[in-house]
């Protein structure tokens, strides 16, 4: 009996990692929703190309941020923006403004993993999927944040 419900929570476990880093096409209503939170929020800045535009907006495509294995660094730059100068695949990139605003009021956990799976399903991309849990937990694990975050501190966080 012990051992049973053990095995039944390992498995439990085990299916629930893999779907948080699933390489499998993500439900095509998510990434409706996804598309609609990115054409409201993200597309003026990041372009509905998700290519940005240089010297100004750093690009979504093919970028090391957006493609993490992980999403927890992702999570936390939409919750409480970025500032600073920031490197995408490891090349710095210029920009006036080093500025990506918080829309972590804006957004809900539902809609902040929608378009981030929109974000690493799109433009070329293909990454793992964001549930609304992960946000949830990352949410709670960084209540005490007012602060945007810098390019230093997100490399602390572990996307492996
Ligand atoms: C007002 C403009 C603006 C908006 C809106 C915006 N961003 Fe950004 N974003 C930026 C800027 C500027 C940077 C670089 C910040 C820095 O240098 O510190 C950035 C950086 C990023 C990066 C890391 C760098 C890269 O190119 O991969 C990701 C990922 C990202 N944004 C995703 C998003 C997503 C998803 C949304 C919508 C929820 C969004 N951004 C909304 C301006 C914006």
């Not at 439900?27 to 100004?56: K, R």
Request: net charge neutral.
């Amino acid at each position: 009996m012990i051992r049973n419900s053990l095995f039944f929570s390992m498995t439990a476990f085990l299916s629930a990692s893999s779907l948080a880093t699933a390489q499998e096409a993500p439900p095509p209503e998510v990434m409706t929703q996804g598309q609609q939170v990115y054409m409201q929020v993200c597309f003026a800045c990041h372009q509905p190309t998700g290519l940005g535009l240089p010297n100004m907006f750093p690009p979504l495509a093919a970028s090391d941020w957006a493609s993490a294995p992980k999403p927890d660094r992702l999570i936390r730059m939409v919750l409480h923006g970025v500032t600073g100068p920031i490197k995408v695949n490891g090349q710095a990139f210029t920009t006036p403004a080093p500025l990506m605003p918080p829309q972590g009021t804006a957004l809900n956990d539902q809609q902040i993993s929608s378009v981030l799976t929109y974000v690493r399903n799109s433009f070329g991309n293909k990454a793992g999927v964001v549930t609304p849990d992960q946000v949830k937990a990352v949410r709670e694990a960084e209540k005490a944040r007012t602060a945007m975050w810098t390019e230093a501190e997100l490399e602390k966080i572990p996307v492996n």
